[in-house]
C-alpha cells in the first residue's frame, strides 16, 4: 500500500491585454526587486495562483496551482464513453498522449479502468474548475494530433455545480453530459512530477501539466479552500513569498516550477518548449532534507549530497548541523535553501528566505534551468 496520496496539478498560463505589459521593475534570481537597475519588459503571459485558506489541511495559506486528490470517477469507463460520443476512441486518444518513456510510477496501474495518462488530466481539469471556476472543456473535436491551446468553456450556475462535484466528484461526469461537452485532455502537456519528502507525515505523490490558453479567464474562488484566485507573473509570485507583510508562502514544488517559468519570455515558447518536454523522458523527483546550523537545505536528483538510493518509503533526514549552508555548498548543486525556517508571520504562517541554486545540466534532462541565484564562488 502507498505511504502517500496521488494528485494531479495544472499550471495555467496565459497571456494578459498588451495594455498591462508595460516595463516592470527588474527583479533579481531570487525575487527580490532590484534598486537602481534599468526596467525590464515584463513576460507576454501570467500563470493562474491559488492561495489556499488558513484552515486548509495540507499547506494552510500556501500559493498552489490549481489540483488535487485522484478520484476514482476521475477514471470511470463513463469517460470512455463519453469520449467515443465525440468521434474518437481512448486508444487513438491514448496515442497522443501516452510518453512511453515517462518512466512514471504514477502513471503505472492496470487497475482502473482509464488509462492514467487520461485520468489523471481528468483529475487537474476537474480540480481546477473545483478550485477556480475555470472548465478546460470542448464542445467539439479540434481534428489535430498535435497539443492545443486549451479553451474555457463557460456553463450556466457554475458555482452550483462546483459546490456539487467538490461534494461528489461523479458529478464531473453530469456536467459534462449536462453541456454535451469533454475534458480537454489534449491541451495538458505533461511536466514535471514531485514526491512530497519521505518525513513529512501527509505526503502527495503530484503530477504537474502546463496548460496555455488562448487568453485569460477571471478566475473566483470557491471561499472553502481557496480564498484567492489570481492571475500573476511568475516572478512577482515569488518575489510575494519572501515579502512578510504578505500572508503567503510558496511551497518547494510550486517555488521551483515557477523558478523554471521565470526563465521564460513568450508564450508560444512556452508551449513549443512544454511540447519537447512532454515527449521526453521523466523522473519524479523527491526532496531530502539536510539540516544546517543555520537553516535547512532541500537536495535534489543531480546534487552531490542527494543520496544514491534515497528513501522513498521510511523517514529520512540528513543532519549536517556542525556546517552552515553556505560550508554546505559544493561543485555540483541542486537544491533549495531555507534561511529562519522558524520564522512565522503573524497569522502563523511560515516564512522562508528561500533560494534555488542549481548549476546542473537541465538540457541533459530536456527540461528547462530554474532562475537560478548566482554563488559566485561555486558556479
Not at 472543456?137 to 479540434?142: E, G, P, S, V, Y
Not at 521526453?280 to 546534487?303: C, Q, T, Y
Request: with cysteine.
Amino acid at each position: 500500500m502507498l505511504k502517500w496520496k496521488e494528485a494531479a496539478s495544472v499550471i495555467l498560463a496565459a497571456s494578459p491585454s498588451v495594455s498591462s505589459r508595460i516595463s516592470a521593475p527588474g527583479v533579481s534570481g531570487n525575487g527580490k526587486k532590484l534598486e537602481g537597475q534599468m526596467k525590464k519588459e515584463k513576460p507576454d503571459f501570467q500563470i493562474l495562483a491559488l492561495k489556499k485558506s488558513r484552515e486548509s489541511p495540507f499547506t494552510p495559506g500556501a500559493y498552489v496551482f490549481p489540483g488535487g486528490k485522484t478520484n476514482r470517477s476521475d477514471s470511470s469507463i463513463e469517460w470512455s464513453n463519453i469520449f467515443t460520443e465525440f468521434g474518437f476512441s481512448i486508444n487513438k486518444l491514448c496515442s497522443q498522449l501516452k510518453n512511453e518513456s515517462t518512466g512514471l510510477p504514477i502513471f503505472d496501474t492496470t487497475a482502473e479502468s482509464l488509462p492514467r495518462c487520461i485520468s489523471l488530466r481528468i483529475t487537474a481539469i476537474r480540480e481546477a474548475f473545483e478550485e477556480s471556476g475555470i472548465l478546460l472543456c470542448r464542445k467539439a473535436w479540434h481534428n489535430s494530433d498535435k497539443f492545443s491551446r486549451a479553451k474555457h468553456l463557460d456553463v450556466k450556475e457554475s458555482m452550483a455545480w462546483r459546490r456539487r462535484i467538490m461534494k461528489n466528484a461523479n458529478e464531473f461526469l453530469n456536467l459534462c453530459r449536462e453541456y454535451e461537452c469533454f475534458p480537454d485532455v489534449s491541451s495538458l502537456y505533461l511536466w514535471s512530477n514531485w514526491l512530497t519528502p519521505s518525513n513529512i507525515p501527509i505526503r502527495f505523490d503530484s503530477v504537474f501539466f502546463v496548460a496555455v490558453m488562448e487568453n485569460i479567464v477571471p478566475a473566483q474562488s470557491e471561499d472553502y479552500e481557496i480564498e484567492l484566485a489570481k492571475w500573476s507573473y511568475s516572478l512577482d509570485i515569488l518575489d510575494e513569498s519572501h515579502d512578510k507583510t504578505v500572508e503567503a508562502y510558496l511551497p518547494p514544488p510550486q517555488f521551483y516550477e515557477l523558478s523554471r517559468l521565470a526563465s521564460i519570455n513568450r508564450i508560444s515558447l512556452l508551449m513549443e518548449i512544454a511540447n519537447d518536454i512532454n515527449k521526453s523522458k521523466h523522473s519524479r523527483w523527491m526532496p531530502v532534507r539536510v539540516f544546517a546550523s543555520n537553516g535547512e537545505i532541500s537536495i535534489l536528483p543531480g546534487d552531490e549530497l542527494y543520496p544514491d538510493n534515497p528513501e522513498y518509503e521510511n523517514h529520512q533526514v540528513i543532519l549536517k548541523e556542525e556546517y552552515t549552508i553556505e560550508q554546505l555548498r559544493g561543485n555540483r548543486m541542486h537544491r533549495f535553501e531555507h534561511e529562519d525556517v522558524s520564522t512565522k508571520s503573524t497569522s502563523g504562517i511560515p516564512r522562508y528566505n528561500r533560494i534555488v541554486i542549481s548549476n546542473i545540466e537541465h538540457s541533459k534532462m530536456k527540461h528547462v534551468q530554474p532562475w537560478s541565484f548566482s554563488i559566485n564562488s561555486k558556479l
